[in-house]
């Protein structure tokens, strides 16, 4: 064979071999995230999620977490039949939430929902 022929082989070769890596790499990621969103689902973790962004005090844990579960309550009634509402149902628990936290806690929750919105 000639050299430039084995060359693209060797190329064609390497570049096959990128790709599948890249495939199964995409693949790892995506069970990753699905695995997270089905966490989500269970209220213990929803509640964990939004108590480690806030970070309350004791007297606002209180006073959040019955928030939070009525609000992954609605979620899962969401998520069972379909995805119409969804903002609707996040800005009421964003506003309702903002009544127990200080201006600190929510920033970082604000933080936190742009972050959850490019994905």
Same mark, same amino acid.
């Given at each position: 064979?000639? &050299?430039? /022929?084995k060359t693209?082989? @060797?190329?064609?070769?390497?570049?096959?071999?990128? #790709?599948?890596?890249?495939f199964e790499?995409s693949?790892?990621?995506?069970?990753n995230?699905?695995?997270?969103?089905q966490?989500?689902?269970?209220?213990?973790?929803?509640?964990?999620?939004?108590?480690?962004v806030i970070?309350?005090?004791?007297?606002? &844990?209180? /006073?959040?977490?019955?928030i @939070?579960?009525k609000?992954?309550?609605?979620?899962? #009634?969401?998520?069972?039949?379909?995805?119409?509402g969804?903002?609707?149902?996040?800005?009421s628990?964003?506003?309702?939430?903002y009544?127990?936290?200080?201006?600190?806690?929510?920033?970082?929750?604000?933080?936190?929902?742009?972050?959850?919105?490019k994905?």
């Amino acid at each position: 064979m000639k &050299k430039t /022929v084995k060359t693209l082989v @060797l190329f064609l070769i390497t570049l096959l071999i990128g #790709v599948g890596i890249g495939f199964e790499i995409s693949e790892m990621i995506l069970k990753n995230h699905f695995a997270k969103m089905q966490e989500f689902k269970r209220p213990e973790y929803f509640v964990k999620f939004y108590e480690d962004v806030i970070n309350p005090d004791t007297n606002q &844990k209180k /006073v959040i977490e019955p928030i @939070l579960l009525k609000y992954h309550k609605r979620l899962d #009634v969401f998520t069972t039949k379909g995805f119409k509402g969804f903002a609707g149902i996040m800005d009421s628990l964003k506003t309702e939430l903002y009544a127990s936290i200080t201006s600190e806690q929510k920033k970082k929750l604000d933080e936190k929902f742009r972050e959850m919105e490019k994905h």
